[in-house]
Structure formats: C-alpha cells, structure tokens
Nanobody, 120 residues
Framework: VQLQASGGGLVQAGGSLRLSCRASGGLNNAVGWFRQAPGKEREFVAAILRISGRPYYSDFVKGRFTISRDNAENTVDLQMNSLKPEDTAVYYC????????????????WGKGTLVTVSS
C-alpha cells in the first residue's frame, strides 16, 4: 500500500488545517498520524480503526484534533484546530497494525510527510 499525506501549510496560531491521507491499495485496520519536529523524535498524534471508526488520541491533541475516515474513498483525515506553534512538524500517516496503538514500530507502511508550520 502507498500512502500520500497532503494538506499541510503555514497557519497562524489558533488557526486550523485539515490533513488528508490517501491510500492506493488496501489499508490495514488501524491508520495513524505521527509527527516529527526538527531535532525531535517522531511522536504519535492520533489513530483510528477503519472498521469501527474508533479513535485514539495523544494527550496533547485531545480536544483540538479530530481523526476521521472515509472507507469508500480510502482516506483518513486529521482535522487540526486551535493550532499552536509547538504543533509545527512534518506530519506522516501510516498503516499496519490491526489494533489501535501509538507505537510507530507497529506501523509498517508510511507515506511521505506533509509540513505544518504554525506561526506565533
């Protein structure tokens, strides 16, 4: 499966962006979003189970980000509201596991990232 993330850009603090992950080929049950800021390790943002739609969020995005899926379109979106400068990072989507997990090592298919820059 090949994944393509899109929707990144430059936004002011407090603004919103919607990222989209489109898959060519079959997605596994869990699809996740991760991010990596300059000089930092990749960290988990959110994941969703495609069959049930059950989401799983990291603590630092709860209440601000919403993950959703469209199985007919083979896409998983990440709606990001109330963005903060510390949300600046390259965002990646990934698939692989059959359960919700925040461990990057459980995801075996990764797309190229999309850059999100939040200015203060």
């Amino acid at each position: 499966v090949q994944l393509q993330a899109s929707g990144g850009g430059l936004v002011q603090a407090g603004g919103s962006l919607r990222l989209s992950c489109r898959a060519s080929g079959g997605l596994n049950n869990a699809v996740g979003w991760f991010r990596q800021a300059p000089g930092k390790e990749r960290e988990f943002v959110a994941a969703i189970l495609r069959i049930s739609g059950r989401p799983y969020y990291s603590d630092f995005v709860k209440g601000r980000f919403t993950i959703s899926r469209d199985n007919a379109e083979n896409t998983v979106d990440l709606q990001m509201n109330s963005l903060k400068p510390e949300d600046t990072a390259v965002y990646y989507c990934a698939t692989g596991p059959v359960i919700l997990t925040n461990r990057a090592s459980n995801y075996n298919s990764w797309g190229k990232g999309t850059l999100v820059t939040v200015s203060s």
